[in-house]
């Protein structure tokens, strides 16, 4: 029968001892040893008078508790029964020739040489003195309750692909968590699924010194923080906070109807430069020399006003012979002044606007 370790017994030796009365034939009970005679088979029981063993024909062995003498003993006769509790092995497997468990094990003093458990193992720690954990084949999971710790004494968690070698690092350098490729010019790519489908989020090229390519849009996700262009150090005069393109709806106020009536603009930091055209068909209540709705507020360093210039304008209120127009600083509103007449400069906002008098301009500001 194959086994672990040293080969067991095929049975278990039990010798009851007893000292006969006159003429008594029947023996059971505890003998001398203390231990209540018993058998399963009368086969194995062996029976001794006094020192020599007695054949089958001398005694009766069938009830499994007692044995009872052909011929009464004399007394103090010493009787001994010996009995041999057979048992078998099951489910064993050969130290030489190996074979499968269907059931657990318990190594409570370890395991020296190789192990194979194709069906898994379940232990409490695991102690690794050599450098490798090899699979010949197939993928390693980690399934854990809680959470997966890596702890590398050395800093630095090694990436390897057996046909390049290390491929990338992870490494702790002053308690700062550094990513790190680990082939030449070969790039980090960050990559993720979009509606199903892969996607490359950013790609870091280390050919061309680190430089960052974005799939799309990068997106600031706090008010005021943006990009730091050309410099190691970051101060708030180098830095781009704010891009945007959009329209704006000029106006003259009160219930002035329109036959042109549009803006745009490009706000780039705190520079803004708007576009507009303005005509009216019929002024109403508005303004006859304000144009508002400027989509920000002015805030000129300096302070004061700032100028811009006029593209293009017909069938204006008064006679000038040139005119621009100025945004006054903090307000959301613009007003014109020029020459009326040779060397005759306004001081007042010219009142240019009346029914279909039409102005085209533009303007570049500071905003907060």
């Known amino acids: 029968m194959p086994y672990i370790g040293t080969s067991p017994s095929n049975g278990v030796r039990r010798k009851h001892t007893y000292t006969a009365t006159a003429s008594q034939t029947s023996f059971s009970g505890a003998g001398a040893e203390g231990a209540t005679l018993s058998y399963n088979d009368s086969n194995f029981v062996d ?29 103090s006769d010493m009787i001994e029964i010996v009995v041999y509790d057979v048992f078998s092995v099951a489910d064993t497997v050969s130290k030489s020739a190996g074979g499968t468990f269907d059931g657990a094990v318990t190594l409570a003093g370890g395991v020296s040489g190789v192990l194979d458990a194709d069906g898994g193992i379940t232990v409490d720690n695991i102690t690794i003195d050599g450098t490798e954990i090899d699979l010949s084949s197939g993928n390693l999971t980690l399934d854990v309750a809680g959470n997966i710790n890596l702890d590398a004494d050395g800093g630095n968690i090694n ?5 390049v070698g290390s491929f990338g690092y992870l490494s702790n350098s002053s308690s700062d968590f550094v990513i790190q490729s680990g082939v030449d010019d070969k790039d980090i790519i960050f990559k993720g699924s979009d509606g199903g489908s892969t996607i490359t989020a950013l790609t870091l090229d280390m050919s061309a010194a680190g430089e960052a390519k974005f799939n799309d849009n990068i997106v600031m996700g706090t ?31 009160g219930n002035t109807s329109y036959h042109n009536q549009a803006g745009k603009y490009i706000k780039i ?17 508005g303004s006859t020399t304000v144009v508002s709705g400027f989509p920000f507020a002015s805030s000129h360093a300096g302070g004061g006003n700032m100028g811009g210039t006029i593209g293009f304008f017909y069938f204006l209120a008064v006679n000038v012979l040139s005119f621009s127009l100025y ?7 613009t007003a014109f002044k020029g020459l009326t007449s040779a060397g005759n400069i306004s001081s007042s906002n010219l009142a240019i606007f009346g029914d279909g008098a039409r102005v085209d301009f533009a303007i570049t500001y500071e905003t907060t």
């Open 47 to 75: 029976v001794y008078q006094n020192g020599v063993k007695l054949s089958e024909a001398d005694y009766t062995s069938t009830s499994g508790t007692a044995i009872v003498l052909a011929t009464g003993a004399t007394v």
């Open 159 to 163: 990436l390897k692909d057996g046909s």
């Open 327 to 333: 945004y006054n600083n903090g307000s959301t509103s």
């Open 269 to 285: 930091g705190k520079l803004v430069h708007a576009t507009a055209i303005i005509q009216a068909n019929s002024l109403g209540t």
């Open 223 to 253: 008010a005021g923080k943006g990009i730091h262009l050309g410099v190691t150090s970051a101060t708030a005069s180098n830095l781009l906070s704010d891009y945007e393109e959009g329209t704006w709806t000029p106006s003259l106020g």
